[in-house]
């Protein structure tokens, strides 16, 4: 419990940030979670910039507890539907999402990934950019119960939450102002998602 001369070290516009800020990073994580457009990993990064720079204490666990949170309800509900939607005669509109999103050859090497590791590949999944839904949907097709998914994706969602928190711990220790810190974590943040994609690119493209 915060103690009364922490609370009162804490200025309006802190308290305000405090209770806006974490439903707000809960919801945008959740809604990340269930339409993979939302750049959660710089919504979290961002969020450990602002708390780093608070002076309330554990600003920053409650950013960790907030996105790993968010992220595995998400994950659960976004393969809750899934399920259903491979129950479904005609599918859902859920699951043709998730299909949109996990191009085949991926499907194939995160359904080879799960048959030889198991859960171990839902922790890998959430760090590699573009790798939870392809290992989501093999989940799915090797029809694993929502049990043995939410098992094994916590862990996952701990892991995630821990690695773009110290992103954002690290744009937040490299400048004075918490805007310049939110700037280097989301930049940083975007470079790790999208660098090993450019490179697989090139790697790919035909010589010549």
């Given at each position: 419990m915060m103690?009364?001369a922490?609370?009162?070290?804490?200025?309006?516009?802190?308290s305000?940030?405090?209770?806006?800020?974490y439903?707000?990073l809960?919801?945008?994580?959740l809604?990340?979670a269930?339409?993979?457009?939302?750049?959660?990993?710089?919504?979290?990064?961002?969020?450990?910039?602002?708390?780093?720079?608070?002076?309330?204490?554990?600003?920053?666990?409650?950013v960790?507890?907030?996105?790993?949170?968010?992220?595995?309800?998400?994950?659960?509900?976004?393969?809750?539907?899934g399920?259903?939607?491979m129950r479904?005669r005609?599918?859902?509109?859920?699951?043709?999402?998730?299909?949109?999103?996990?191009?085949?050859?991926?499907?194939?090497?995160?359904?080879?990934?799960?048959a030889?590791?198991?859960?171990?590949?839902?922790?890998?999944?959430?760090?590699?950019?573009?790798?939870?839904?392809?290992?989501?949907?093999a989940?799915?097709?090797?029809d694993?119960?929502l049990?043995?998914?939410?098992?094994?994706n916590?862990?996952?969602?701990?892991?995630?939450?821990?690695?773009?928190?110290?992103?954002?711990?690290?744009g937040?220790?490299?400048?004075?102002?918490?805007?310049?810190?939110?700037?280097?974590?989301?930049?940083?943040?975007?470079a790790?998602?999208?660098?090993?994609?450019?490179?697989?690119?090139?790697r790919e493209?035909?010589?010549?």
């Amino acid at each position: 419990m915060m103690t009364l001369a922490a609370v009162t070290t804490l200025g309006p516009a802190e308290s305000t940030q405090q209770a806006l800020g974490y439903p707000s990073l809960f919801l945008l994580v959740l809604i990340g979670a269930l339409v993979p457009v939302v750049p959660t990993g710089a919504l979290v990064s961002s969020a450990a910039v602002v708390a780093f720079h608070q002076t309330a204490p554990f600003s920053l666990a409650l950013v960790f507890v907030t996105a790993s949170l968010a992220a595995f309800c998400g994950d659960a509900a976004l393969y809750w539907l899934g399920r259903r939607g491979m129950r479904s005669r005609n599918g859902s509109r859920w699951l043709a999402a998730i299909r949109s999103r996990a191009p085949e050859e991926r499907l194939a090497g995160a359904q080879e990934k799960l048959a030889d590791h198991g859960t171990t590949v839902l922790v890998l999944s959430r760090l590699v950019p573009a790798g939870r839904i392809p290992v989501m949907l093999a989940c799915l097709m090797a029809d694993w119960p929502l049990r043995r998914f939410a098992r094994g994706n916590l862990p996952a969602c701990l892991a995630w939450a821990v690695t773009y928190q110290l992103i954002g711990i690290l744009g937040g220790s490299l400048f004075p102002e918490p805007w310049q810190g939110v700037v280097a974590a989301v930049a940083l943040t975007l470079a790790v998602s999208v660098v090993p994609g450019l490179w697989r690119r090139l790697r790919e493209r035909p010589a010549g």
